[in-house]
């Protein structure tokens, strides 16, 4: 079992619709947690942070942590096209340098 | 300013070249990373520098040689790479090492022929 696991996809949803990404892992000493948004052939760009527990809003973008429940998630409200991107969350452990990725989710906003 | 720069963008080259990627950061970060990220995949820790000196090494074949000239520097030099280790060559920098928020450059795009 990956310590990480989050659904390749793709996920394609229509322009406007409010998508839920969405990651879980296993190891319980995860206190740091993150979404970047990859465009082809770009680098990961950081798109929200998260420290412990609950959620953290954005602009459109919400990330929500559930501890309890080793899960989180990351919700865009008015996708557009230009949301078309892979998101990857990421995780660490406190004092821990080494980030855990998720395989990544690729979205298509369809116009 | 959030920003890594990393040179070049592309770079094609032969087994037998020696070649070297570059980046940069201006933000005052002390620990920078490379990575190696293949497609469809996340990107895979090569190495880290805290303090300019290196901090881990990922078990990464000494065909891969990084430096760390100074604080706003990392370099990674590359001699006799085989064509499996064509891929994108992503750097990224933290404020310290342990500390999570690490911000990526756009990767330089390596093809071994």
């Known amino acids: 079992q990956k310590e990480v696991e989050q659904d390749p996809g793709p996920l394609s949803v229509p322009e406007g619709a409010i998508v839920s990404l969405n990651c879980t892992y296993s190891n319980s000493a995860f206190q740091y947690f993150m979404w970047y948004r990859q465009y082809s052939r770009k680098g990961p760009e950081l798109l929200m942070y998260?420290?412990s527990s609950g959620n953290k809003e954005d602009g459109r973008f919400t990330a929500q942590v559930d501890k309890s429940s080793k899960y989180i998630s990351l919700f865009i409200r008015d996708s557009q096209p230009s949301d078309s991107a892979t998101y990857l969350c990421a995780m660490s452990a406190d004092s821990n340098y080494q980030l855990i990725w998720g395989a990544g989710t690729k979205l298509i906003i369809k116009p | 300013d959030t920003e890594v720069t990393q040179t070049p963008k592309h770079l094609v080259m032969g087994m037998t070249n020696k070649k070297s990627l570059k980046c940069e950061q201006h933000?005052?970060?002390?620990?920078m990373y490379w990575y190696k990220q293949k497609a469809k995949k996340p990107p895979e820790l090569m190495f880290v520098y805290s303090y300019e000196k290196l901090s881990i090494n990922e078990s990464v074949p000494s065909r891969f040689s990084p430096e760390c000239p100074n604080s706003s520097l990392l370099n990674l030099h590359l001699h006799a790479l085989q064509p499996e280790d064509s891929a994108l060559y992503l750097c990224?920098?933290?404020?310290?090492?342990?500390?999570?928020?690490?911000?990526f450059g756009p990767g330089t795009r390596l093809t071994v022929l």
């Open positions: 998260t420290y």
């Open positions: 933000m005052g970060h002390r620990a």
């Open positions: 990224a920098s933290s404020p310290s090492q342990g500390t999570d928020t690490q911000y």
